[in-house]
């Protein structure tokens, strides 16, 4: 990042995101950039990209439900 916007940031300076498409901003679609205001001026930061989070499949939620009733009962057994 910018030094100016991590100053910014530090000094307690207001933070706004900027998604994207914008053709102002120079930004692509799945895209987004902050910008931080202090004192009158402006200092932008990195653009990042917006992660796609997958849905999980019904076995993938049951494998992970399984695997954390497998621990809850590690954690009782020793308990116990």
């Given at each position: 990042?910018?030094?100016?916007?991590?100053?910014?940031?530090?000094?307690?300076?207001?933070?706004?995101?900027?998604?994207?498409?914008?053709?102002?901003?120079?930004?692509?679609?799945?895209?987004?950039?902050?910008?931080?205001?202090i004192?009158?001026?402006?200092?932008?930061?990195?653009?990042k990209?917006?992660?796609?989070?997958?849905?999980?499949?019904?076995?993938?939620?049951?494998?992970?439900?399984?695997?954390?009733?497998?621990?809850?009962?590690?954690?009782?057994?020793?308990i116990?």
């Amino acid at each position: 990042m910018s030094v100016g916007f991590n100053s910014c940031v530090k000094r307690k300076g207001r933070v706004r995101r900027v998604s994207g498409p914008s053709k102002e901003h120079g930004l692509k679609r799945n895209e987004y950039v902050n910008f931080c205001f202090i004192d009158g001026k402006s200092f932008r930061g990195e653009v990042k990209k917006k992660t796609v989070k997958k849905a999980l499949s019904k076995k993938e939620r049951i494998d992970v439900l399984d695997r954390s009733l497998d621990v809850l009962k590690k954690h009782l057994a020793e308990i116990m």
